[in-house]
Structure formats: C-alpha cells, structure tokens
C-alpha cells in the first residue's frame, strides 16, 4: 500500500522526519506563564495604501500582496488566490478571547478582487478562519484546496466546493496546477482532534511561473525534498515569526534564520517573510523577526533584495524571466 493510502486510512497524522510537536511538558507550563505575563510591545508594521483598482483590473502580471500573517493575495496565471485567509479581529474560537489582531488587514473583504481559490495550509485558527471563509462562500464561493480530512471538515459545516490533497498531490485548475506539499508543524482546534487532519504547504504553478506558500513550519529535510521536485521556484512564502521559545517552539515554528535556510534549500528566486507582526502568538519582541531576518540573508551571503519583508497592503510585481513549469506539472 502506498504512502498516501496508508495516510489516508490513519487515525492521526505525523511528520515525516520528526514526531516532537512541541518541547517537553516543562517548557510548555513556562512558556504558557511568560506569554500571559511578559509585557511587550506592539509591532511597528509599515502598511500602504493598497492598489485596490489595479488589482481589480489585473489578469496577466503575477503579484503578491500581504493581507497580514499567513494571508496573501496572489495572483497567478489570471486567477485570485488567498492563501490561509484570516480577517477576523481574534485568532480563536471565542470573540472575546484569545490572540487579537494586532494590525488592521492590509486588504478587507470590500477592498478584496474577486476570489477563484482559497488554499489552507492546516486547521489552526491563525490560518484557518471559518467567519472569514464563510464571508468569501457568500460573495464568491472560491474553490478551497486544503490537505487530507480538512476538506471533509469544511463539508460538516455547510461548505461544498472543495478539494482535498495529501502530500505529492496535486489538482488542476484549468492552467493552474496546485501541488500539496509536506512541511512540519502540526493540526488540531480542540483538545482531543490533534494531528486528525493534515496540513501541507502548497506549490502553485502557471504557464511560466512557480510560486511556494509555506503556511506554517519548522525547519525539517522537507524543503530541500520540495527544492529537489520543484527548483527553481519564482516565489516563496516562508514563515518568520512565532518561534520563541525555542525549547517549545523549535519543531513547528522555523525562526529566520532557518527561513533563510528554506530559501536556500527550496531553490527560491525570492522569498517573502511573513507570520509575523499580526497576531501576538510566542514571546519573541514582536519587531525582531525581520530585523534577525535581514541579519541572517547578510550572514548566509543572500542578496539583500532575494528575501526581505513586505508593507501591509503593498503588491509586488513579480514578472521576470519564465521558469520551465512543464516537467513538474506531469511528474509531482
């Protein structure tokens, strides 16, 4: 029986090159103490004016825009993309408790082009944001692409057009060819449905042009085996943020200097760093993330411009010499 039919018919999931989740019972009682007690500062995240109209208009160029977090609109070979969309004000199940946002999405539902696809990364509630993806079924009823049992989870609750993927996997939309990928992290909303459903990263690719969204990860062996189907890759998404401390947060929340090691072993052309600035969800100060992250580019000899942040609502352009899509298309 295959990896993926073994998968399929599993009670829980795991990593592929670890089963530690987090650090030992310890470190999370302390970290649990320092994150409820330890004063901080909120983030000085730059923010422009979105170019609502451009994207409105836009079809043909590839662009990426941070929304805040793990959410990005992307679009790619003609069609919008949302990856891990979450406009609530609190990453929780309470609107009264639990991670608030920090920032002010860099776009709103109203400022949003219309939506093709919606790709979720995994089930947590930093990522996947049930009001959000109910408010974008009732104005566009976007195709969602999400890992194994997460699609069978959307269906329980009223959601009908999805797909789902295990890792190596891929759908076809029209032109676009979307890939599930593995990364390390883990799943779970409750205290008793840990690791019950998949989460993956995902690969895009257009006529041309190949795009990478990492949603949530710590460092593992994985991104060089998605570097070694996939390279080069014309954009990555790479998680920045959420990684102190490490003795809890090591396996499922890579820090920047491991995203830089990402870049590297993905074959990335550019990377964007984000899961960061939005949400207040470990106890690292909420600036350090892109000021280690330009540290850690200079120190792995990186061009500057090759992985950098980006201002909320701020678009990049992403046109630049094609990349060879044909052969991964057929064979991932």
């Not at 302390?30 to 901080?40: I, N």
């Not at 709103?108 to 509630?125: A, F, M, Q, R």
């Not at 964007?272 to 792995?300: C, K, S």
Request: glycine share 6%; hydrophobic share 40%; aromatic share 10%.
């Amino acid at each position: 029986m295959s990896d993926s039919r073994n998968r399929r018919h599993q009670a829980r999931f795991h990593n592929r090159y670890s089963r530690a989740h987090h650090g030992p019972s310890w470190a999370l009682l302390k970290f649990v103490a320092e994150l409820a007690l330890r004063p901080f500062e909120p983030p000085d995240v730059a923010r422009v004016t979105p170019e609502v109209d451009a994207l409105r208009r836009n079809r043909s160029t590839s662009t990426a825009t941070w929304i805040g977090h793990a959410s990005f609109l992307l679009q790619q070979g003609g069609y919008n993309i949302l990856t891990d969309p979450v406009l609530s004000e609190r990453a929780s199940p309470f609107g009264f408790a639990g991670p608030k946002r920090l920032q002010a999405p860099g776009l709103t539902l109203e400022t949003l082009p219309p939506i093709d696809l919606v790709l979720l990364s995994h089930d947590h509630y930093d990522h996947c944001d049930l009001p959000t993806l109910k408010a974008l079924r009732q104005r566009d009823d976007p195709l969602i692409v999400a890992p194994l049992r997460l699609g069978q989870w959307l269906g329980r609750r009223g959601f009908d057009h999805w797909v789902e993927l295990d890792w190596w996997e891929q759908h076809r939309h029209q032109t676009l060819h979307i890939h599930a990928v593995p990364v390390q992290h883990f799943s779970g909303r409750a205290a008793l449905d840990r690791n019950q459903r998949l989460w993956a990263g995902f690969i895009i690719e257009s006529p041309g042009w190949r795009c990478f969204f990492a949603g949530d990860s710590g460092y593992s062996r994985d991104f060089a085996d998605i570097g070694s189907r996939f390279a080069p890759i014309d954009l990555a998404l790479l998680p920045i943020g959420a990684y102190e401390p490490r003795a809890f947060m090591a396996p499922v929340h890579a820090n920047p200097e491991e995203a830089v090691r990402m870049h590297q072993e993905l074959g990335a052309r550019r990377s964007i760093g984000m899961h960061w600035g939005t949400f207040r969800l470990t106890t690292e100060p909420m600036n350090e993330p892109p000021q280690r992250l330009r540290r850690a580019v200079a120190a792995a000899g990186v061009p500057e411009e090759a992985f950098t942040t980006v201002a909320l609502g701020e678009t990049l352009r992403l046109d630049q010499a094609p990349t060879d899509t044909s052969s991964t298309a057929q064979s991932a």
